[in-house]
């Protein structure tokens, strides 16, 4: 049986992790890899070669959770500045209160193969008893 290619849930999951931290009344913040090809953040922000940035409602505008970037326009410094990160390069997502969030594995370390049908579990079969 041929494997299914899925998209990545990242995306996903970065939406749901955002909204259950708002909903909440807590700051969600990510945590992101400044060295991921496509990440424009300003240099002084990366420690590192990571930046945490702040995705709180009250500190971005026109944020984006898209499936392939995070965007949004923010303050640094005073100035205004466009931030754009591949969802990839999203290493966490938490509150920035108590910490609770989600963390997400590099994107190049490979996901592991399916089993094979010998190797797949055998499925519980199910019986009426009297």
């Known amino acids: 049986m041929a494997a299914i290619v899925m998209s990545?849930?990242?995306p996903y999951l970065l939406k749901a992790m955002y909204e259950w931290v708002c909903d909440?009344?807590?700051t969600p913040y990510?945590?992101?890899d400044a060295g991921v090809d496509g990440v424009r953040?300003?240099?002084s922000a990366v420690k590192d070669g990571?930046?945490?940035l702040s995705?709180?409602?009250r500190a971005v505008v026109q944020l984006d959770i898209g499936k392939d970037n995070v965007s949004f326009l923010a303050r640094f410094?005073?100035?205004s500045q466009t931030i754009d990160v591949p969802v990839a390069a999203v290493l966490a997502i938490y509150a920035q209160e108590n910490g609770q969030g989600m963390m997400f594995p590099t994107e190049d370390s490979p996901d592991p193969e399916p089993p094979t049908p010998e190797?797949?579990?055998r499925r519980a079969r199910l019986r009426v008893v009297k």
């Open 50 to 52: 990571r930046v945490v």
């Open 8 to 10: 990545s849930n990242r």
């Open 41 to 43: 953040v300003p240099p």
């Open 30 to 32: 990510l945590l992101v």
């Open 55 to 57: 995705i709180a409602p």
């Open 24 to 26: 909440n009344g807590l």
């Open 77 to 79: 410094g005073g100035a």
């Open 119 to 121: 190797e797949a579990p």
